[in-house]
């Protein structure tokens, strides 16, 4: 971890590479880590850059998008359904 930390590596970077390891893993605990190996001065976490974190939280948005679609659509269906079996 403190190896790609000093190569640059951002927090989210490691975790990523560490899942690619089949090591389960927060960045929190990540981060944790990191701060408790390195003196206070060498310490500055590297963040994800603005563009990656508002790419996470479109696609987070569009996801939720899309539940709340599927169930306006599965209640249309229904409505339509019943009044189908009405006439």
Same mark, same amino acid.
């Given at each position: 971890?403190? &190896?790609?930390?000093?190569?640059?590596?951002? #927090?989210?970077?490691?975790? %990523?590479?560490?899942? !690619? &390891?089949?090591? %389960?893993?927060?960045?929190?605990?990540?981060?944790?880590?990191?701060?408790?190996?390195?003196?206070?001065?060498?310490?500055?976490?590297?963040?994800?850059?603005?563009? !990656?974190?508002? %790419?996470?939280? %479109?696609? &987070?948005? #569009?996801?939720?998008?899309?539940?709340?679609?599927?169930?306006?659509?599965?209640?249309?269906?229904?409505?339509? &359904?019943?009044?189908?079996?009405?006439?």
């Amino acid at each position: 971890i403190l &190896q790609l930390y000093h190569k640059n590596y951002k #927090v989210e970077q490691i975790q %990523e590479y560490l899942k !690619s &390891q089949k090591i %389960e893993i927060g960045t929190r605990r990540i981060y944790k880590f990191i701060k408790q190996n390195l003196s206070e001065k060498n310490f500055s976490l590297k963040t994800p850059s603005a563009k !990656s974190t508002s %790419e996470k939280n %479109e696609t &987070q948005s #569009v996801a939720k998008s899309d539940k709340q679609n599927t169930k306006a659509i599965n209640a249309y269906k229904a409505k339509m &359904q019943k009044i189908a079996k009405k006439d």
